[in-house]
C-alpha cells in the first residue's frame, strides 16, 4: 500500500502562483511514477501532469503546458507540481496518484493509489 498526502492548496488570484506537494509514504519502492489530475465541479477528472520518478520524465496536459512545472525529490518521496500564471480556469480539486508502471500517464485508470486532494481556487 502507498499512502498519497497533497498539500499547498488554496485561494489565489488570477496571475499568482502556487506550488503543490504530493508525499508518498509506505511501500513506495514499486511505485514508477506519480500523475496530477484536478476536477472541477460539474466536470470530468483532467489529467494535468506526471513524472517518471527514475528519470524525472514529465508530461503535462495540454491546457496547464508552459505555465505547469512537475518535478520530484527521490529522498523525501515528494512529488511537486509548480502552478504558475493561475488562471480561474484552473480551479478545482487536484489529486496526486502513483502508478507502478510505465503505463499510458493520461489513463487515470493506470493509478493504483490515490490522494484526497487540495482545492485550488483562483480568482479572477
Known amino acids: 500500500q502507498v499512502q498519497l498526502v497533497e498539500s499547498g492548496g488554496g485561494l489565489v488570484q488570477a496571475g499568482d502562483s502556487l506550488r503543490l506537494s504530493c508525499a508518498a509514504s509506505g511501500r513506495t519502492i514499486g511505485t514508477y511514477a506519480i500523475g496530477w489530475f484536478r476536477q472541477a465541479p460539474g466536470k470530468e477528472r483532467e489529467f494535468v501532469s506526471n513524472i517518471r520518478l527514475r528519470s524525472g520524465y514529465p508530461t503535462y496536459g495540454d491546457s496547464v503546458k508552459g505555465r505547469f512545472l512537475i518535478s520530484r525529490d527521490n529522498d523525501k518521496n515528494t512529488v511537486y507540481l509548480q502552478m504558475n500564471n493561475l488562471k480561474p480556469e484552473d480551479t478545482a480539486l487536484y489529486y496526486c496518484?502513483?502508478?507502478?508502471?510505465?503505463?499510458?500517464?493520461?489513463?487515470?485508470?493506470?493509478?493504483?493509489?490515490w490522494g484526497q486532494g487540495t482545492q485550488v481556487t483562483v480568482s479572477s
Open positions: 496518484a502513483a502508478m507502478t508502471g510505465a503505463w499510458d500517464e493520461t489513463d487515470q485508470g493506470r493509478y493504483v493509489y
